[in-house]
């Protein structure tokens, strides 16, 4: 009777032991899986910016725009990236030696004009022009902090350091201050595609690439703007 017991314990403790350790490898797994994905993002975002395989990518959006999706509840033809983007020419280039005063009066003009309120840095690097990245309202405004470093006791304020914020952001330069570029896409990728590098970026804009060319800028709000479109059709 002890030994049948003793037997059962053995067993139990065997078996707990098995499900502990197939935990431990399901949770090993996950993370993989994760850091897997994590790379597969990049290698994309890379794919895309380098353009590899260019002389396929057409084939490939015309196969998908003429795949019917049997979930759409829309007949018309869903738009791509190409269709929303910004032509570079219609935006406002600085350099990134750009004092942030000469840009803050560049985007006062294009807030009187309904332009979109940002400013391309563009540097000349080997002789090509490439976008290092935007500078807009929250740019500025988020730079203008006593230290980005997290402060162990809350924060000091005083009348007229505002003022000493603005003139001290003010004399910086927008490759201080600017969004750096962090992702892209290619013009014939899908609206659901940039939604994603928007949103897991957190960022507001994204560069739209074609055989390693960035041919137009892609701002979030004109993906809202889709989504008042359908609003308005199915209402």
């Not at 590899?52 to 959006?61: L, N, V």
């Not at 330069?173 to 590098?197: D, N, R």
């Amino acid at each position: 009777m002890k030994w049948a017991m003793r037997r059962r314990h053995i067993f139990a403790n065997n078996t707990m032991s098995l499900v502990s350790q197939f935990i431990d490898k399901c949770f090993q797994i996950k993370a993989l899986y994760i850091v897997a994905y994590d790379l597969l993002t990049e290698f994309y975002t890379l794919y895309l910016y380098l353009d590899i395989g260019e002389e396929k990518t057409p084939d490939m959006g015309k196969d998908m725009e003429n795949t019917e999706n049997p979930h759409s509840r829309d007949t018309m033809r869903e738009k791509r990236v190409k269709d929303l983007m910004l032509d570079l020419g219609t935006l406002e280039h600085i350099s990134p030696e750009t004092k942030v005063a000469e840009a803050v009066r560049m985007l006062r003009e294009k807030w009187q004009s309904l332009c979109p309120a940002f400013l391309l840095v563009v540097d000349e690097i080997r002789n090509k022009e490439e976008i290092l990245g935007v500078l807009s309202m929250d740019d500025i405004l988020s730079h203008m902090q006593p230290s980005a470093e997290p402060m162990e006791e809350l924060p000091i304020f005083w009348q007229g350091q505002f003022h000493e914020e603005c003139e001290a952001i003010l004399e910086k330069q927008a490759g201080e201050v600017m969004l750096q570029v962090t992702h892209v896409i290619h013009q014939s990728g899908t609206l659901m595609e940039a939604l994603h590098l928007t949103n897991s970026g957190k960022v507001d804009w994204l560069p739209v690439v074609e055989k390693g060319e960035v041919v137009g800028i892609l701002i979030k709000e004109d993906l809202f703007k889709e989504v008042v479109a359908m609003a308005e059709r199915s209402g």
